[in-house]
């Protein structure tokens, strides 16, 4: 199994929230004790958190589902159920959260940053809070909201200071386990790096030292912006880095010169992100030791203005300078980043959506849709004449019986909203519902689900 995963995918599942109670209070000498069911405690949330402590998304690959505790329920004396627990799931730091269609939910650049994937259902109301003139003794209680449940997409991008860009055997593991503790897999041949590795680099004298973390980025081939040879898991991985080092291999097996393999790499890397070319880069020959004694001192020539090193991680030759500059060129960046690493820790949360949304179906009945909607619905017990009246009332405080006349509706129509479906009956601007056989009130509406759905509870 590899040690080093960046594609993953999660599902979390919030927790759901508790019912309300349904309770009467008994007491010695109290006739007409009065309802004291107290409410359920909301569910748990699901959040995704970034944390230096984790190194890739190796844990989602086989375990991918996660979920939040359930809130408890109510019970009798007005005894609210407790609050299901979070769950903080920890993701490398750099992980990008995709949503459904691939959207963006959050790019969690920094150790702490955070962002709401699942929330957590809302606890029913007790039967205590339906207490009211014309309702002296409600025996119903609101069920508990269910929590949110989603798959997700993580995408990790590394967040290194350097980045070693090179094509395929060009020295990169072999530097990168000579300037730090880095053990990368070594051959003479291409693409030995499947996937990237972290190296951590000191400089300097101790209590006085430089560190800095460099990346080994899988070889690049031409053509990898449009996706070739997995270019597209391998560039991201250059996205965070600080500084660029372009490794050019003097004894290239393809007989490509440093200045060819040079505009191969720079136009990849401008294909993908043209701000990458903005970014610091140092260009470095690699492999010297290979070019034998008649090549002692001579000037690496690759066609480009900036800084240009030769080394030898085999020898040595090189290598300390290298080290000095990139420190002192990560030291630059670092510093114009100050004010970026200053700001608070970014929380993400979705928006909620309480739109209603009225909808026809082929068979000319009609869907409401909208969380406010869905919710005076789910949370209710539909088996209770007054909990269903009380519903009623809320879908018009709401607005639906408008958004229904705005589309069309008809009375005898059929209208669902969660899981409750009803036949329309305007009268003097209220909404009505009637069933197949007439019954007092609004109780006529016959729900489509059974009793055993209820998750109320009675002492």
Known sequence: MPAFVDEAQIHAKAGDGGAGGVSFRR?????????????????????????????????????????????????????????????????????????AGGAVLADLERSGDRVLVAGGGRGGR????????????????????QGEERWLDLELKLAADVALVGLPNAGKSTLISRISAAKPKIADYPFTTLEPHLGVVRIGRPGDETEFVVADVPGLVEGAAEGRGLGHRFLRHVERARVLVVLLDVASLEGRSPAEQQRVLLEELKRYRPELLERPRLVVESKADLLGPAHDGEQPDVGDRRPTLRVSAVTGQGVDELVGRLAAIVAEARAAEVAATQAPIVVHRPLGDSETRVSRLDDGSFVVDGRGALRAVALSDLTDDDALALVLERLHRL????????????????????????????????LHASGDEPSSGQAGARRRRTATERKGTRS
């Open 27 to 99: 007491e010695a000498h109290v006739a007409r004790g009065g309802p004291d069911g107290g409410d359920g405690g909301r569910g748990g949330d699901v959040w995704v958190e970034a944390s230096v402590n984790e190194a890739s998304l190796l844990g989602f690959r086989d375990h991918p589902h996660r979920r939040a505790g359930d809130g408890g329920h109510g019970r009798g004396n007005k005894r609210h159920g407790a609050a299901g627990p979070d769950l903080v799931v920890a993701v490398p730091v750099g992980t990008v959260v995709h949503g």
């Open 126 to 145: 007790g039967n205590a809070r339906f207490l009211a003139n014309r309702r002296r003794a409600p025996a119903f209680a609101e069920q508990g909201e």
């Open 399 to 430: 607005g639906v019986e408008r958004a229904l006349r705005r589309a069309g509706i008809r009375d005898g129509d059929t209208v669902q909203v969660g899981g409750l479906t009803f036949t329309y009956e305007s009268d003097a601007g209220a």
